[in-house]
């Protein structure tokens, strides 16, 4: 772990072993860590709130760029670490340690201009003015599937405002944020990042928990949100969680098909559909229903399973075994209920090991089945054909989460009715899972709460306050005795 700048194993007694996907090989052992350790992160961060905090903005962002500058010096290593232990393709790490990278100086600038407004005054002898400051102690919670980028959007912004850090990775993905202490965060005053090992209720809750933290941002479950948000109510703690998504895109009469083919394909078999902003669902109109269907088939028949480390692989392995079991149970649901498969659903037979799935195409679907409900986050395209744009729009709504929703076709007319009628955080336009540094990124309904990245992701880190100053100090007429 990594706590007040010293790497060690802590009071941990237990190592938990980290797996490769691709191989099912042990690739490292961090520690199983509990609440002692935990409580150390907490304080150690505590003890160095009061000088980061105070310490000028310009200092700060100097010390974020350096941060920056020390993954770009082991770029390539983090790149194959990360593929080791996460399962992505190298091209798709490429992109996740340089995202990564950015926004650590994205915030190092945007942290060192903005630290409140002045407002209008009520009288001429008054001056108002609104500051912003840090929330504190920020514990950290991210997930597995993009364990350096989720971790970026969390760690950059906070630490810009005035914040310290705990974060808590997944223990499925922890090397390379361990990595990290060392190349990115081992210059920082003592305490300001910190990095807890283990499991959630052993590590994870007791951060949730304490007094001393002031703000959880976690990425993750809606089950997982629930559990934390109700921990940390008694407390009225800020929270930021980025949860659950079942994203739609809707694909429309006037399309280049086999564009729109690889569009799809690419949004919902990214990090083998492992995205929380992933094509989970997908509406085409019914007059290319079926050409689609065909183009769609062939195209995704032709990418190449592998492992990340092979430059020849389009898709790497799911992340455990259990969480394709999972994705498996879906699609025999909609099998059972009525739905065809075109392509795929199977462990490939040419692989001995990993938690390798084909990736896998469904017709014939509708909404009462599991795999158009529930978060599948595995490589499942299920396609419905619908007939009018109002009909589009209710399916796309007709869901319980709301992270993004995609839309394929050049008529404005459709453009418009699309992102002023779709309920999702981030609406995409031909261009699905292309973030934008300075544009905000969250979930509506039960897709969470808050936003990342932008001028708004650094504002979730701060809180505000309003001074009212009467320079003159004059008796008010309005005060007592009336």
Known sequence: MFINSNL????????????????????????????????????????????????????????????AAGMREHHDELVRLLTMEEGKPIPENEEELW???????????????????????????????????????????VPW??????????????????????IKPSELTPLTTLRLAEVAFSHLPAGVVNIVTGY???????LVSHPDVDMVAFTGSLATGQRIASLAAPQMKKLHLELGGKDPMVIAPD???????????????????????????????????????????????????GNGLDERTDIGPMIRGKFRDKVRSQIDDALQSGAKLVL??????????????????????????????????????????????????????????????????????LVKRFFENVQAGTIWINDPLTDNFAGPFGGMKMSGLGRELGQEGFDEFCQVKHVHWDMEGHLKEYWYPY
Not at 26 to 48: C, N, R, T, Y
Not at 106 to 112: D, K, M, S
Not at 274 to 286: D, G, K, L, P
Request: with cysteine; net charge negative.
């Open 8 to 67: 060690s194993s802590g009071k941990a007694s237990k190592m938990l072993e980290v797996i490769n996907p691709a191989t099912e090989e042990i690739i490292g052992e961090v520690p199983q860590g509990g609440e002692k350790d935990s409580l150390a992160a907490v304080d150690a961060a505590k003890q160095a709130l009061s000088g980061w905090k105070k310490m000028p903005a310009s200092e700060r962002a100097a010390y974020l760029h350096q941060a």
């Open 255 to 305: 399309v280049n098909i086999a564009t729109a083919v690889s569009g799809l394909a690419y949004s919902a078999l990214l990090n083998t559909g492992q995205v929380c902003t992933s094509t989970e669902r997908v509406y085409i109109h019914e007059s290319i229903y079926p050409k689609f269907t065909e183009e769609l088939a062939d195209f995704v028949s032709k990418l190449r399973l």
């Open 99 to 141: 995202w990564s990278e950015e926004t650590f100086d994205y915030y190092a600038e945007l942290g060192r201009h903005d630290r409140g407004q002045v407002i209008p005054p009520g009288d001429p002898a008054q001056f108002n003015f609104v500051m912003k400051e840090p929330w504190g102690v920020v514990a950290c919670i």
């Open 344 to 413: 795929g659903g199977k462990i490939p037979p040419d692989f001995d090991r990993g938690y390798f799935l084909q990736p896998t195409v469904l017709v014939d679907v509708d909404h009462a089945m599991r795999v158009m409900q529930e978060e599948t986050f595995g490589p499942v395209i299920p396609l419905m054909p619908y007939r009018d744009f109002d009909e589009a729009i209710q399916l796309a709504n007709d869901c319980q989460y709301g992270l993004g929703a995609t839309l394929m076709t050049h008529d404005a007319k």
């Open 200 to 206: 959630g209720p052993d590590v994870g809750e007791p």
């Open 145 to 166: 599937n993009y364990p350096i980028l989720l971790m970026a959007w969390k760690v950059a912004p906070a630490l810009a405002a005035g914040n310290t850090v705990i």
